[in-house]
């Protein structure tokens, strides 16, 4: 199937990513733009897990944001591999716009794995009761129990979080994104978020 030139440049535009990639997923998904956006997300989700077992981040910058009424304030520190990168424009870009996630978004910490064990079971202890008291059976609770746990994710744990500038992509998406575009790992390594 011969692929539209102008179709390949808005899939690059809108994904960023290189034009034999494009070319390439549109192929595959037959020239449905949504698809290959679709298929593009998977093989960058699998570059990038890729690149993060593999590579050491141990450069990067501490970017800062405070809000306009002078009552918020964020420090983040973001990692790359190389000091080339971390200057980069795209890369000042993205801490800017994390700093920004964490003042508005007010995460409590990176990643599911920081979120403590013992405030993990209080949690799942009230959904269970919460659903007890609904009446739910005690074989879907367990199910249900997931769903709640991947919400509650979503509200305190920054990369699990919808980004603030654009809702159809998670904070990991758009990290991901970034080490499609940028060729290596990058990681927020942590965050502080003050409020008066």
Same mark, same amino acid.
């Given at each position: ?8 440049? %808005? !899939? ?10 494009? =070319? +390439? ?5 037959? #020239? ?9 997300? =998977? ?5 990038? /897990? =890729? ?9 990067? !910058?501490? #970017? ?8 918020? #304030? ?14 980069? *424009? +795209? ?12 003042? /508005? /978004? ?32 005690? *074989? ?6 997931? #769903? ?11 990369? =699990? %979080? ?10 990991? %998406? ?12 990058? *990681? ?6 003050? *409020?008066?």
């Amino acid at each position: 199937m011969s692929i539209d030139t102008a179709l390949i440049a %808005q !899939l690059r535009e809108q994904t960023g990513v290189g034009i034999a990639d494009c =070319k +390439e997923a549109l192929e595959e998904a037959k #020239g449905d733009l949504t698809l290959a956006v679709e298929i593009l997300r =998977k093989k960058g989700a699998l570059k990038a /897990a =890729k690149k993060f077992a593999e590579r050491t981040a141990s450069e990067g !910058l501490i #970017g800062s944001y405070i809000h306009s009424n002078e009552k918020i #304030g964020v420090l983040i520190q973001l990692h790359s591999e190389t000091d080339f990168v971390a200057r980069n *424009e +795209e890369f000042k870009q993205l801490v800017k716009d994390l700093a920004m996630q964490v003042a /508005a /978004a007010n995460p409590s910490y990176v990643k599911p794995d920081d979120v403590p064990a013992d405030v993990l079971e209080k949690e799942k202890e009230v959904y269970r009761e919460q659903l007890k008291h609904e009446g739910k059976p005690a *074989e879907m609770i367990e199910k249900i129990l997931d #769903g709640k746990l991947t919400k509650f994710y979503s509200e305190v744990c920054l990369l =699990k %979080q919808t980004f603030i500038k654009d809702d159809s992509v998670t904070v990991e %998406q758009l990290i991901e994104r970034a080490i499609a575009r940028l060729g290596e790992k990058i *990681e927020i390594a942590r965050f502080v978020r003050y *409020e008066i």
